[in-house]
């Protein structure tokens, strides 16, 4: 069974850092391109950043020089790194690869 399971979501305040993590089980992560997405309240799900299989990353520009996504091969794991947040990056952040979504992870970002 495939499963996505991401954590390390929480409450910080504007211009703080979070990072997330993505853990893959029954699937190996490397051998996919992994994309992390968020969805703010009353808003459409979006997407957020990628990596694909040789390492390469893409970003939403809402996100660029602030988000940084990673991979852990030796853990199975998808990270993102947060940094300098804002309130509008408050949402839930899922995980996902084909047709597979983690459980999502709230990220809140108020003072």
């Known amino acids: 069974q495939i499963q996505l399971m991401e954590s390390g979501g929480g409450l910080v305040q504007p211009g703080g850092s979070l990072g997330l993590s993505c853990t893959g089980s029954?699937?190996?992560?490397?051998?996919?391109?992994m994309r992390w997405y968020r969805q703010a309240p009353g808003k459409q799900r979006e997407w957020v950043a990628t990596i694909s299989t040789d390492g390469t990353t893409n970003y939403n520009n809402a996100v660029k020089g602030r988000f940084t996504i990673s991979r852990d091969d030796a853990w199975n794991t998808i990270n993102l790194q947060m940094t300098n947040l804002k309130p509008e990056d408050t949402a839930v952040y899922y995980c996902?690869?084909?047709?597979?979504w983690g459980q999502g992870t709230q990220v809140t970002v108020s003072s």
């Open positions: 029954g699937i190996t992560v490397s051998a996919f391109a």
């Open positions: 996902q690869t084909t047709s597979y």
